[in-house]
């Protein structure tokens, strides 16, 4: 296939904003489904059409089941996803979703949007699951993390045009006021449909699949360059190695729940909902891991300042104070700010970061059914809680915000500016649990002995071939010099010691 027909043309950071819009896109619908409800629910022809004006039990069960499909979606992506590979996955939960959207959108019984709000959770769930590795797998290292918090943002964009269209539509009588707002889905469904087709599929999951020259052939077009390019050959050299080492150290399924060997890291998705975000968002109306670790202790500080308030609030003198009220929703706001500065974007972006090519669609997927049993656990207990426990319910979201702090600082390395192979490469040195000592996993940038390594692997690569040295230089990461032996090479134009990391690594070969 020819360089103009492949992408339509697109290479480079043009292929990767068409990457980010599919994905963009995909989180935008999931923002969207799970919002829309909210607005549905309290629609007066669509109660009395299920005949369920008044039976806030069932109502409470037709919106929360939606975290169920999800869930079981996320399950289904642990279970499948590799098969299907990225871009095929992606596909098939959108496609799942159209089913559950028209089942919604053309219902008139309980049971057939129950069903239909089930089959619609599956496909998000798979979305959701699949979307984020694809983005990270296809992404330089520069760009990872804010491409997939770009998508965060999107997907609180979904949330909110959700709202405003549900309200917009509550002035208009009859069936339109509920239906349409759930067939305006489609038109996130119909961009995904229109972009994802013809977009590059990961080239990790291609090498895991030992279709190298295909892989080869999209790094070069994400960067940019020639297949010949010997950055794009050390990368895709990294790639295959981590395959290989991934094949022969194969991790068993049990020891997914286990740290880095395992991989998965739900715990980062558990902490997102453990937060209190849904305690806010499903009722108010009725760098990496510092950002995270900041926020969480912004969030503590705001919920303590809630459980206050609110305490006060119920004492007499107090009580019905406009004052401590107009406070105590302000903190609310604020501690939107801290979970948006952290809690947002990274649960989902780190589950990718943190596995290995070989169990990083599970770990996604795991990390994700995480969320959603969370989600939905927070969801069913939180009206509960608040009308037995009052402002004591608020002490619990206090304590879990404030524990987060220490357990990010001590057990969660950064990964912001490595690659996926660096960061591979940091966990098969069996790295401690604790990691708020290690240098390699507290830098905030990338750390000097993978840049060492990279460069090494670069300047091996172009050495022996004239046309890569020119395709390095235009890379714009290299300047060309000679060394001592009057041989062309490539050198880090920063002049970063190479020195140690070779000696080092002609110690482990011997």
């Known amino acids: 296939m020819g360089e103009k027909s492949r992408y339509f043309g697109f290479r480079g950071g043009w292929l990767t904003f ?115 590795p694809w983005q990270a797998e296809t992404s330089k290292a520069s760009w990872r993390g804010k491409l997939i918090v770009v998508e965060l943002i999107l997907n609180i964009a979904g949330f909110s045009l959700s709202n405003w269209v549900t309200f917009g539509f509550s002035f208009v009588p009859g069936p339109v006021a509920w239906r349409l707002p759930l067939a305006l889905q489609f038109i996130f469904i119909a961009i995904l449909y229109a972009t994802v087709p013809w977009l590059p599929e990961s080239p990790r999951w291609l090498v895991a699949k030992g279709r190298i020259e295909e892989a080869e052939q999209i790094l070069a077009d994400v960067e940019g360059t020639d297949v010949d390019d010997p950055y794009v050959q050390t990368e895709l050299h990294e790639i295959k190695f981590a395959a290989n080492y991934e094949k022969e150290h194969a991790v068993r399924l049990r020891d997914l729940v286990r740290g880095k060997v395992g991989g998965s890291d739900p715990c980062a998705q558990a902490m997102q909902q453990l937060s209190g975000i849904n305690v806010t968002s499903y009722y108010l109306p009725t760098v990496l891991i510092k950002s995270i670790m900041y926020a969480a202790a912004g969030q503590c500080f705001c919920y303590l300042i809630i459980t206050v308030l609110l305490r006060f609030n119920e004492m007499p003198g107090y009580a019905g104070s406009k004052e401590v009220a107009s406070a105590s929703v302000a903190f609310f706001f604020l501690y939107y700010v801290f979970f948006g500065i952290g809690f947002q974007g990274v649960p989902w972006l780190y589950p990718t970061e943190i596995n290995g090519l070989a169990m990083r669609q599970k770990g996604a997927a795991l990390g994700t059914a995480t969320n959603w049993i969370f989600n939905f656990m927070v969801v069913e207990i939180t009206q509960i809680g608040i009308e037995s426990l009052q402002w004591k319910f608020y002490i619990i979201w206090t304590v879990f915000n404030g524990a987060f702090v220490p357990f990010t600082y001590f057990l969660y390395p950064e990964t912001a500016s490595r690659t996926l192979e ?25 750390p000097e002995e993978f840049v060492a390594r990279e460069e090494t692997e670069v300047r091996r690569k172009s050495s022996v071939n004239e046309r890569a040295l020119g395709l390095a230089q235009r890379h714009r990461r290299f300047s060309l010099v000679e060394d001592h032996a009057g041989i062309l090479a490539v050198e880090d134009r920063a002049g970063a010691d190479k020195k140690t990391y070779e000696e080092k690594e002609h110690r482990e070969k011997v």
């Not at 559950?100 to 709000?117: F, P």
């Not at 660096?422 to 990338?446: E, M, N």
């Open 18 to 132: 068409w990457i980010t819009v599919a994905c963009g896109t995909d989180m935008t619908l999931f923002g969207y489904d799970q919002g829309v409800f909210g607005g549905v629910i309290v629609t007066d022809d669509f109660l009395q059409t299920l005949n369920i004006v008044g039976n806030t039990s069932l109502q409470g069960t037709i919106t929360a089941i939606y975290d169920i499909g999800c869930f079981f979606g996320a399950i289904a992506a642990f279970v499948f996803g590799d098969y299907l590979g990225r871009k095929r996955g992606v596909l098939v939960g959108t496609t799942i979703m159209s089913v559950g959207a028209i089942l919604q959108i053309t219902s008139y019984s309980v049971a057939q949007m129950i069903i239909g709000r089930v089959i619609a959770g599956i496909g998000n769930g798979i979305n959701t699951s699949i979307a984020p």
């Open 422 to 446: 660096d960061i591979d490469l940091y966990f098969r040195g069996q790295p401690s649990l604790f990691v708020h000592r290690d240098k390699l996993a507290t830098s905030s940038k990338r």
